[in-house]
């Protein structure tokens, strides 16, 4: 009888032991739901350009010193506004044999300087940098603002850099609606010679509406030759440790829940 009550004891036990098991992986997974679909606290990025669509290739060299691509009809989901223009100028005087390689590749999902001589500017663009430029339907009208306590911003993602460079980020607002402002900041990107991430703040956009950006660059110029760089992808995310404190968070309501039952 005791044997059978003590067994019974265990088997309670253990069914509680599971239980436990199961309410806490119910509320791992609650809390992420919540998170990702819940606009206060945590919000999916928008793709300003991840480079998976549109290839290009361009060599500058002494007979070809400039180019400015604009590429059009891209995949929204990959470029923001499935426009994008790409320019890149040497500088004088350019010497023989000396040269530079822009490079999109789709297949790799990856944009690429490798210079072998001074530039004298880079720069991508998407969107209506002003009337002037053209037709109104190129304003993006992009709402980036995302709804989060957290801080938001560009992330751009480097895959390798041979030398620290700046890179000038300017987004403008209200282009089409004759209401036009803009902002422009620089972020340090290190050399590297594997992936990193660098944030650029909302704080760096103070007068632009960022629930309609119509115009975004990056770019940098003029630069030293030798800069190799490759860039991922720029997305406009909330801060991203947000990201790592969610998962210590799980982590720790993991352990509790560990604790409470030993
Ligand atoms: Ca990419
Ligand atoms: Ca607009």
Same mark, same amino acid.
């Given at each position: 009888m005791a044997k059978e009550g003590y067994g019974l004891y265990l088997q309670k036990g253990l069914e509680v032991r599971e239980s436990f098991k199961r309410v806490t992986i119910v509320a791992v997974i609650a809390v992420v739901i919540l998170q990702v679909t819940g606009s206060s606290a945590w919000a999916l990025p928008t793709v300003i350009?991840?480079?998976?669509?549109g290839d290009l290739s361009a060599t500058l060299d002494s007979t070809n010193t400039s180019m400015d691509e604009v590429q059009t009809g891209l995949d929204p989901a990959a470029v923001i506004g499935g426009r994008r223009r790409v320019q890149a100028m040497l500088n004088y005087p350019v010497e023989e044999l000396k040269q530079a390689i822009v490079t999109i590749d789709a297949s790799t999902g990856i944009f690429q300087l490798d210079t072998d001589h001074d530039l004298e500017f880079y720069g991508l663009e998407w969107g209506?940098?002003? %009337?002037?430029?053209? #037709?109104?339907? %190129?304003?993006?009208? #992009?709402?980036?603002?995302?709804?989060?306590k957290e801080e938001q911003g560009f992330l751009i993602r480097i895959l390798s850099a041979s030398q620290s460079t700046m890179v000038g980020i300017e987004v403008r607002s209200g282009v089409d609606e004759d209401a036009i402002e803009s902002d422009f900041g620089w972020v340090n990107l290190p050399a590297s010679p594997t992936s990193y991430s660098v944030f650029a703040d909302e704080f760096l956009f103070p007068d632009v509406d960022l629930t309609d950006v119509d115009y975004i660059s990056i770019g940098e110029g003029p630069m030293f030759a030798g800069l190799d760089i490759t860039f991922d992808e720029i997305i406009w995310v909330p801060e991203p440790a947000t990201l790592g404190l969610l998962l210590l968070g799980g982590l720790a309501l993991l352990r509790n829940r560990k604790h409470t039952l030993s």
């Open positions: 350009d991840n480079f998976t669509d209506l940098r002003s %009337l002037s430029d053209g #037709a109104a339907e %190129l304003a993006l009208n #992009a709402n980036l603002w995302q709804d989060t």
